[in-house]
Structures are given as C-alpha cells and as structure tokens.
C-alpha cells in the first residue's frame, strides 16, 4: 500500500489506527436521483450546488474520540488508475442540504497507478497535497464524528479496485 505519510512526533504513549473509508450506497443513490430528477426536468442544480458526477461515490469516515494526528494514506489500486479523494466540510449535513461546491475542501487527494505496474501495486500520490488533506482531516474529526468524501473514479479505476484508509496516531 501507498504510504503517502507526514513524518510525526511519536510518544510511547501513542499507538496508530487505520480507518477504512466506506461506500455510504444509499447517500450516493440520492445524489444520484438528484441530477437524474433534475436531468428530467431540464433544470439545472441551484446556484454553487455540486451534483454528483457519473464516476463518482460518496464515502464515510467514521471518528474515534479525538484527538486525532494525522499518520498516512494507505491506498491500493488494483490496476491502472487515478482516484481523486475529496473531503466536504463540517457545515454539510447531507440530509438536510445539497452539497455545495464551497463546501468541498482543498486540496483534493490524488492517488493513481500507471500502467505496467505490478497488479495491485502501491499507488503514487502528490504527497504535499495528502499530508494537507490528511490534517485537515484530523483537525475535523475533533469536531465531527463522521465525515463524508467523494471519490472520483477515472483512467480505469473503479470502486471495485481500490482500498483506501487513512492512518492516524492517537493517544493509548
């Protein structure tokens, strides 16, 4: 797995966790009924709304108790591929209000695996910009007890074919 990691003071007293992003099928569904509702009506999505695109899904990170520091992303792509991880912000709450497009947190993850490579191999990343995400993240998960991403699918990568989680460092 991809270790795109933050070097971390480490204490005797801490120990890591990984935690495994999941599909949240029944958000995605919505979201997608959404732009198809939308699509048959000929209307277009209110004003800075982000619509769910054709390849992508929504995901859940479930917290722990904080304090959380962020560790590293494990990701593995099972052949060629590009996924992009995009955090949403502490102010969506899904089931009252459509995901707006200032909601989304920047920078967006990037991880993919060219061609040729070993199935199943480590996937590379743009490490700045997942160590940032990776913080941001951990900064949020002391005021939320779930989080939702998209994850945007291309170049052959498919939910199928990716694991990810992300690791962090908390106090035992």
């Known amino acids: 797995m991809q270790t795109c990691s933050r070097p971390a003071l480490v204490s005797d007293s801490m120990s890591s966790v990984e935690l495994p992003f999941r599909l949240d099928a029944q958000l995605t569904e919505v979201m997608r009924l959404r732009v198809q509702s939308l ?17 992508e899904a929504v995901y859940r990170l479930d917290f722990p108790p904080p304090p959380l520091l962020f560790s590293r992303w494990l990701v593995r792509l099972a052949g060629p591929g590009r996924l992009t991880v995009t955090a949403t912000s502490q102010h969506w709450t899904p089931d009252l209000t459509p995901l707006m497009t200032r909601q989304l947190l920047e920078p967006a993850g990037v991880f993919w695996a060219a061609g040729g490579g070993a199935s199943g191999a480590p996937a590379q990343c743009y490490e700045a910009d997942a160590a940032e995400l990776g913080e941001r993240v951990a900064e949020l998960a002391e005021v939320r007890k779930v989080m939702y991403f998209l994850f945007a699918f291309a170049e052959g990568c498919c939910p199928e074919t990716v694991e990810c989680s992300i690791a962090f460092l908390v106090d035992t």
């Open 39 to 55: 699509q048959q009506r000929g209307q277009r999505g209110q004003a800075g709304e982000r619509l769910l695109l054709p390849n």
